[in-house]
């Protein structure tokens, strides 16, 4: 983008969330076409949040989706990342509030994830359906470096809840803590695990605790992105919903609510739907404009 070019206009909302101050914010540029990635990533950097959107005009194999179709890419601070929950939430939002509520198709670097977006009582709700997840394994020194990073002690672990990387988007090191508070508590060793998951290719690390049978606490820490933690997280939401199902620690016919940002004063809520006859996941919520 040419200095003298107009400069686009960056809407600002925050996904899984009713209201400003809850949930974790985004930036959405609705017509990027004339972004570079140095432009996209300094954008992204001076918003400061820990993803923000860009669209453009949508790939072949989605012509027929007119008007409802679009290649869609996400920049943290620090770095493009292939996918992100909470600012295609935000993205779908912003474009129900332009040309309605209903089915929109986002062509992202990890693949085509549909997305429905409803109206009710003035309050909007936008539910994606993730790529294909999978889950893998991990080391036990990389385990035992995450750990380290984290200062959590392996007697903090819930022992029901296997360490793995899953991924349905994005890579997510899912740790399960013992307790709330182990979860309340988080300082870790920013350097130290950002070298740690940028040797995994991780995005955030999802930190667990099991409130009951189907609701559950979540913390991302998110150093990769420049971001000490992020307060909503889609794609580390869809991540879980996958390894809980593969892990039998909820039905495979299921809606789990995974609540994220308590412990930074954001509160948000994130919905997972998991169906049998399906591999892919459901993550909804709602979302609304900032300012």
Known sequence: ?????PQPEVLR?????GTPGGGNPAGVVLDASALDDADMLAIAADLGYSESAFLTAPPEELGGH???AYSIRYFSPK???PFCGHATVAAAV????????GALMFATRAGIVPVEVAEENGTVRATLTSVEPHIEEVSDDDLTEALAALDWQAADLDPDFPPRIA???ARHLVLAAATRARLAHLAYDFPRLEALM???DLTTVQLVWRESATAFHVRNPFPVGGVVEDPATGAAAAAFGAYARAFGLVPEDAVLTLYQGEDLGRPGELTVTLRADDPRVRVGGTGTRIG
């Not at 983008?1 to 070019?5: E, G, H, L, S």
């Not at 909302?13 to 969330?17: G, P």
Request: aromatic letters at 10%.
């Open 1 to 5: 983008m040419t200095t003298n070019a």
């Open 167 to 169: 991924f349905a988007g």
């Open 198 to 200: 940028h040797r995994l």
């Open 13 to 17: 909302y925050t996904a899984f969330s």
């Open 79 to 81: 770095a493009e990342v």
């Open 94 to 101: 912003a474009l129900a509030e332009l040309t309605g509520p």
């Open 66 to 68: 007119e008007g409802r």
